[in-house]
């Protein structure tokens, strides 16, 4: 069953670790690993919601989702998607920034060194936007509930999120930005660039958000649509034509599922900016992770454990924040992308481990619970 369901996940991984070993050499064995961790840590919740999705799907389209989707997600947004990144910041053609990483590493390395302002700022606000919607959204299950509590009431104030994401942005374009002109840092007055490439990383959030809003109404739709013409089929005895109607709502399915997987997408990519600006080590790294996120996402349809581990969502969330703010220092500073990577990782790891001891906890509380009962029932005269 796993050598299945990741069989061709051990397969990527294999060939893509071989690769940039011939490529990199150990040390850019050791980034692809990093980056493949990463990929796979930041998007667990995708594949989490790619699951509760996919599961109300027939099998054709959870056919097309796994294949057709597979070339989106993984040749689409984690390889083409940095290339458009650092030919839209650099300023130069997509063919040209593919040349350059491979034919010309120093040139290439320059013209990304020059654009990581703008792309800190892009990459540091989507991921804060994705962080700040998360936690300022009440939860019945909550982690850290000394901090999510109040959070979550603070939440109720409109457009919060979007106010404090700017605010921070405004900071960081003065403060790094300003700082690193006055004192000879990393990156010259920046001031400008990092303010609007903060502002089209929030537009970008808000249109992938809204566009998911609006595929989920539409998919809501449909159901109700659905549910209202079997109800009818079955007053009147007609045959309801349910092939039609669950195609019409796998179909939006499918397109919801798409908005969604572009939109997680997005943090893995520009947080493995944050690691390293070597194109085809960040092509490899994430191409695996990808792979990985939907094999999981394949798992946890068939075994049917998506609510087994609670805290999981809640630290790749906050593993998203902290990449968040790491980006949005590293306008100015340079940040060693291993603290960077491990980051993400402590803190999968402290959701996972949570989550088992929540487990563990409720188990005992059942157990004792049942024992209680035994002993109620048992007549006194035993």
Request: overall charge negative.
């Given at each position: 069953m796993l050598l299945k369901t990741f069989g061709w996940s051990f397969a990527v991984t294999a060939l893509g670790l071989v690769a940039a070993v011939f490529y990199g050499g150990w040390t850019g064995f050791?980034?692809?690993?990093?980056?493949?961790?990463?990929?796979?840590?930041?998007?667990?919740?995708?594949?989490?919601?790619?699951?509760?999705i996919l599961k109300k799907m027939n099998a054709f389209w959870q056919k097309i989702f796994l294949t057709i989707g597979v070339l989106v997600a993984v040749?689409?947004?984690?390889?083409?998607?940095?290339?458009?990144?650092?030919?839209?910041?650099?300023?130069?053609?997509?063919?040209?920034?593919v040349q350059l990483a491979l034919d010309d590493k120093d040139k290439y390395q320059q013209l990304v060194?020059?654009?990581?302002?703008?792309?800190?700022?892009?990459?540091?606000?989507?991921?804060?936007?994705?962080?700040?919607?998360?936690i300022f959204?009440?939860?019945?299950?909550?982690?850290?509930?000394?901090?999510?509590?109040?959070?979550?009431?603070?939440?109720k104030v409109d457009m919060l999120s979007v106010c404090i994401a700017l605010i921070v942005l405004l900071v960081s374009a003065m403060t790094f930005a300003t700082?690193?002109?006055?004192?000879?840092?990393?990156?010259?007055?920046?001031?400008?660039?990092?303010?609007?490439?903060?502002?089209?990383?929030l537009i970008t959030y808000l249109i992938v958000g809204g566009l998911s809003g609006y595929f989920e109404n539409k998919l809501e739709e449909e159901e109700e649509r659905e549910q209202e013409a079997e109800e009818e089929a079955?007053?009147?005895?007609?045959?309801?034509?349910?092939?039609?109607?669950?195609?019409?709502?796998?179909?939006?399915?499918?397109?919801?599922?798409?908005?969604?997987?572009?939109?997680?997408?997005?943090?893995?990519v520009i947080g493995a900016f944050a690691i390293t600006n070597d194109i085809v080590l960040m092509a490899l790294g994430l191409g695996i992770g990808a792979m990985y996120v939907r094999s999981l996402t394949v798992?946890?349809?068939?075994?049917?454990?998506?609510?087994?581990?609670?805290?999981?969502?809640?630290?790749?969330?906050?593993?998203i924040g902290a990449l968040a703010v790491i980006l949005l220092i590293t306008i100015q500073y340079e940040i060693h992308e291993v603290i960077t990577g491990l980051v993400g990782i402590v803190l999968i790891a402290w959701s996972f481990f949570s989550s088992i001891q929540?487990?563990?906890?409720?188990?005992?509380?059942?157990?004792?619970?049942?024992?209680?009962?035994?002993?109620?029932?048992?007549?006194?005269?035993v």
């Open positions: 050791g980034i692809v690993a990093i980056l493949s961790i990463l990929e796979i840590s930041v998007s667990f919740d995708n594949a989490v919601v790619n699951a509760g040749f689409g947004m984690r390889l083409v998607f940095p290339v458009v990144i650092v030919a839209i910041s650099a300023k130069i053609g997509p063919i040209e920034a060194t020059d654009a990581h302002p703008s792309i800190a700022a892009f990459g540091g606000m989507f991921l804060l936007m994705i962080f700040l919607d998360f959204e009440d939860r019945d299950i909550k982690w850290l509930s000394w901090l999510e509590r109040p959070l979550a009431k603070l939440g700082s690193a002109h006055q004192h000879g840092g990393i990156h010259a007055d920046k001031t400008e660039t990092v303010l609007i490439a903060g502002i089209a990383g079955k007053r009147s005895g007609k045959k309801v034509p349910a092939v039609v109607m669950a195609g019409k709502a796998a179909f939006f399915m499918f397109l919801y599922l798409e908005v969604l997987d572009a939109s997680f997408s997005f943090d893995g798992y946890l349809v068939r075994q049917g454990t998506l609510d087994d581990y609670v805290y999981l969502e809640h630290g790749a969330h906050y593993a929540r487990n563990r906890r409720l188990a005992a509380a059942e157990g004792k619970d049942t024992g209680s009962n035994e002993k109620a029932e048992v007549p006194s005269g």
